[in-house]
């Protein structure tokens, strides 16, 4: 029998598609896919490739989604293998009546009905009666050819005028309503237009069918944006705008990027970064998140630097704890005070808005920051509710392996912020070093010690934490111009910053011009970075790895600092910083002893 387009679009996307073929072969991580030797032919070398939605086997040519494997390596036919698909993910197959037929038939009548309202809203936007509507687009910085490849369009200002054009392709006002684009007649009203006056946004799902459309206002009218209702096509908490562009720029290595309104996305888009999608005006929903995890294991959301962004990032973080596993997470950037997706990549660029995603936060960094902003932590009390938070944060965790790493780096941050001194505060009778090395020539680009100066930046842009720890040597490490201005800025801002992380490192240096800068400090070519300047090493490790740099380039400055921190922590043996700063310098003393030349990338 016929199945419904919609039931099987829904079964594959439940059905992981990594996890039903690992069951009969050995899959590894490569990049965003999977990959593994083939089923259906012999070979001893990988060439069969997991995607989110299909596999490909490049050496036999094999190719399908979940359905086709089952019916390929089981020998089933195709209703034995959606059963069987069907009932492992909590589905029941359409019984063939005659209604599911009719209603099936429907859906293929709503979709041509949205690709006539569409190509109307595109037309009417290029004639003299959208000229407003286009000039606004084109004000936003947009060119025809974005415009275009969105779809974008203007509704038309007489009322009806979508009904009368459309009836002419035997579109009855009737489909008009049950596609979301006319309101059904109420109190002897006729049905009225759903948009009026309005710049259209084609919303189609993770294929590309149109199945809805959002409308902005032009002027200052209310509500500004308008989605189109549900409807057998269009359900909002499970779409996301966009989707279907993201979806490709995702498998060629695209970071995605959620961010909160339509002309973000468009914005982005435009300046290169084509993994941006947003929800549609409303707050994440876990059929979002799981649209997303299809897309990437990790997605970066990134928020409006304002109370509604900080309380929508709040929101996502308490919504992802029970479904968070081993594969499958987000890391949160925050946008400068004032500033969205759109506005900062006009103002900066593509660079400045890839730094502020490079710089991103882990979940569980960005959770412990939240909750301390939520909570406070100027008194004991605070501090006692803080731990509360944090735990019961960690406790809502179902995979109980990954809730015990959450536990666990909940506490080693609140100990170090709150247990020990503050890290790098000298003691008032210990002698103030300065450095003792004048200024040495530019590197030159791309040799080793140059390299071994970027990875000391790429530290401590992700690790900002340790600056007031490395502050005198980093002065002394010689830079190319535009990374010695980095440097510049980033100690002084650590002399004022209340807060010592990543994302407001970043969102200072954007607004500050040096964005471009930063993004070549953390860039993966010429060579990848090392895992201690990943965003998710901890903080003993980060500091290792940068005295280890440190010491590569000034090996006797390095001899120098162990000697000080060992007299330190002899001067004060409980003084739990001192202690961690002795281990993490003989750490990284010891490995140059070795002969190690540098730290493992992540490649």
Not at 37 to 47: L, V
Not at 233 to 238: G, H, P, Q, V, W
Not at 416 to 435: C, K, L, N, S, T
Request: glycine share 8%.
């Amino acid at each position: 029998m016929a199945l419904p387009a919609n039931f099987l679009d829904e079964l594959r996307a439940r059905t992981p598609l990594p996890a039903l073929i690992g069951r009969r072969i050995r899959l590894a991580r490569s990049g965003r896919q999977w990959k593994g030797c083939c089923p259906f032919h012999g070979e001893k070398t990988p060439s069969f490739y997991v995607y989110e939605d299909h596999y490909h086997c490049f050496g036999c040519g094999e190719h399908g989604d979940a359905i086709a494997f089952v019916m390929k390596n089981q020998g089933a036919g195709f209703m034995e293998a959606v059963e069987q698909l069907a009932a492992e993910v909590g589905m029941e197959v359409p019984k063939p009546t005659p209604e599911a037929a009719e209603a099936e038939r429907r859906r293929f009548d709503l979709h041509a009905v949205l690709d006539a309202a569409a190509t109307s809203f595109q037309r009417r936007l290029f004639l003299p009666e959208g000229a407003r509507a286009l000039d606004y687009l084109r004000r936003r910085d947009l060119s025809d050819d974005t415009i275009r490849s969105f779809g974008l369009g203007w509704s038309g200002e007489g009322r009806g005028a979508l009904a009368a054009e459309l009836s002419r392709e035997g579109i009855e006002p009737g489909m008009l309503i049950e596609a979301g684009l006319m309101r059904p007649a109420e109190d002897d009203r006729a049905p009225s237009d759903m948009f009026f006056g309005r710049v259209m946004f084609p919303i189609r799902d993770r294929r590309g069918r149109t199945i809805s459309f959002g409308g902005r206002i032009l002027g200052d009218g209310q509500p500004k944006y308008v989605n189109g209702p549900e409807t057998a096509l269009f359900s909002k908490r499970r779409t996301l705008f966009a989707l279907d562009l993201a979806r490709e720029a995702a498998r060629a290595g695209a970071t995605v990027v959620v961010v909160e309104g339509y002309m973000d996305v468009i914005a982005l888009h435009q300046a290169g970064l084509a993994g941006a999608l947003a929800p549609l005006g409303t707050a994440l929903t876990e059929e979002q998140l799981e649209e997303l995890w299809r897309l990437s294991p990790c997605p970066v959301l990134c928020f409006d630097g304002d109370a509604a962004g900080a309380r929508a990032a709040a929101h996502a973080a308490e919504l992802v704890l029970p479904a968070l596993t081993t594969e499958r997470s987000l890391r949160l950037a925050t946008l400068p005070a004032g500033e969205d997706p759109d506005t900062l990549v006009r103002r900066h660029g593509a660079a400045g808005m890839q730094a502020i995603l490079d710089a991103a936060s882990p979940l569980p960094e960005a959770l412990f920051g939240m909750l301390r902003d939520e909570v406070g932590d100027g008194t004991v009390e605070l501090r006692a509710s803080l731990s509360k938070r944090l735990e019961a944060a960690a406790s809502r965790i179902q995979d109980r392996s990954l809730a015990w790493e959450y536990r666990k780096f909940f506490r080693l941050r609140f100990r170090e912020r709150y247990e020990p001194p503050v890290r790098g505060r000298r003691d008032a009778a210990a002698p103030i070093r300065r450095p003792r090395l004048g200024p040495r020539p530019p590197l030159a680009a791309g040799n080793a010690v140059a390299e071994q100066a970027r990875n000391l930046l790429a530290i401590l842009l992700r690790h900002p934490g340790l600056l007031s720890d490395v502050e005198e040597a980093f002065g002394e490490v010689a830079l190319p111009a535009p990374l010695a201005r980095l440097r510049a800025a980033m100690l002084e801002w650590s002399e004022s910053a209340e807060r010592l992380d990543s994302a407001t490192l970043m969102s200072h240096l954007t607004s500050v011009g040096l964005a471009a800068e930063a993004a070549q400090a953390l860039a993966a070519t010429p060579n990848p970075l090392p895992l201690c300047a990943a965003p998710e090493a901890m903080p003993a490790e980060a500091e290792e790895g940068w005295w280890h740099f440190f010491g590569l380039m000034h090996r006797s400055r390095l001899d120098e600092e162990v000697a000080q921190a060992v007299h330190d922590f002899e001067r004060r043996p409980d003084d739990v910083a001192a202690q961690r700063r002795v281990i993490s310098l003989r750490a990284a003393q010891e490995a140059l002893n070795r002969g190690e030349q540098g730290m493992e990338t992540d490649r």
